[in-house]
């Protein structure tokens, strides 16, 4: 084949392609409710929540958290609160969640504040659900690079091309989505999904939860207690920002199931407890937790997660130890 034949051949591959392009582009920039799972709609959710397109409950006390504080509370009937824990969050994406917040609402007077001990050493969260919905602005990365150790790989290798295929839609980020919706079809339950979010003050529905689990959790995989110095200077960052807004913050961990607690490493435990005191003498106004703690198996609907059982108990004794002792 000549070079002018190469060329006409490559033109029109372009003309092809270009257009498909922009459709695909439009359609995941405009159509999410229309392709997103749960987990997507969730952050989906939270993204348009924080700009002001869903209405916020009132609320003067705010939960930052993931999915082990999310099926673990029921928000209702925590007075003047709402919820923003999303599942696999860690600082980073608390951080950025309470600046907006206090960029568009009221001040609240108080932050619960809960990160899982998994939270402080791995992401899970930051690049597929935070950055692809748009929750991580490019403000917010170049600020989020510019903390980041050269030697911390918390998020990664190629941080800036990977934040740019999100950026232009890249195929393979969005496919298992769409595939499951079938193009089209997951506007209806998106729709039902976010109204009882909005219900929940926030909370999530955590469907499929067992009576009962005796699985190990994530940190029992863990010989040492080592947080990310980017995950550990964005904690910093929460602590700090309230601490300039003269928001009351209350950090607390969430149960494990007391299989996983017995087979945490003792300095594991150790390094955790050490790390979080000093953290409360840096910043003395608040109640910092130290301790790591378990509820019985049969609280759990997994690993990590408290089952309804779980959830009604934990609320309860939230309730009594925390919100009504601030």
């Known amino acids: 084949m000549k070079n002018k034949d ?18 695909w582009v439009l359609y995941i920039e405009f159509m999410p409710m229309y392709y997103n799972r749960p987990t997507n709609t ?9 700009s002001g397109k ?5 609320a003067n006390k705010i939960f930052l958290g993931e999915s082990r504080l999310n099926a673990g509370v029921d928000f209702t009937k925590i007075s003047n609160s709402y919820s ?6 860690t600082p980073i994406e ?48 170049k600020e989020i690079i510019s903390h980041k150790n050269k030697k911390d790989t918390v998020l990664g290798n190629f941080c800036l091309p ?43 529905p955590h469907p499929g939860l067992k009576d009962s689990c005796s699985k190990l959790n994530y940190e029992t995989k863990y010989k040492h207690f080592i947080p990310s110095p980017l995950l550990e200077t964005y904690f910093d960052k929460i602590l700090t ?35 979080m005191q000093k953290t409360q003498q ?12 378990s509820y019985p198996d049969k609280y759990f609907g997994d690993a990590s997660h408290l089952n309804k059982k779980g959830k009604e108990k934990f609320t309860n004794d939230f309730i009594n130890h925390l919100y009504n002792k601030q």
């Open 84 to 89: 923003f824990a999303s599942g696999g969050s």
């Open 6 to 23: 190469l060329k006409k051949l490559f033109k029109k591959g372009i003309l092809i392609i270009l257009p498909l392009y922009v459709l």
């Open 282 to 293: 840096r910043f003395p106004a608040f109640v910092i937790s130290d301790s790591l703690y």
């Open 162 to 204: 990977h934040y740019f295929l999100y950026k232009c839609d890249y195929l393979a980020y969005y496919q298992s989505d769409v595939l499951y919706n079938y193009v089209f079809g997951g506007y209806s339950e998106n729709k039902n999904f976010i109204k009882k979010m909005q219900e929940l003050r926030g909370g999530r």
């Open 94 to 141: 608390m951080y950025y969640v309470l600046e907006k917040y206090l960029q568009n609402h009221p001040k609240p007077d108080t932050v619960f504040l809960s990160v899982s001990p998994r939270f402080f050493s791995e992401i899970f969260a930051f690049w597929h659900y935070a950055v692809r919905n748009n929750v991580i602005t490019y403000s917010n990365f």
């Open 241 to 275: 920002l309230c601490t300039k807004e003269d928001i009351t913050i209350i950090f607390f961990s969430m149960p494990m199931n007391k299989s996983s607690y017995k087979n945490l490493s003792l300095s594991f435990i150790s390094e955790y407890k050490k790390f």
């Open 54 to 58: 869903y209405k916020i409950s009132s």
């Open 42 to 50: 969730r952050w989906y959710f939270l993204k348009e929540s924080l």
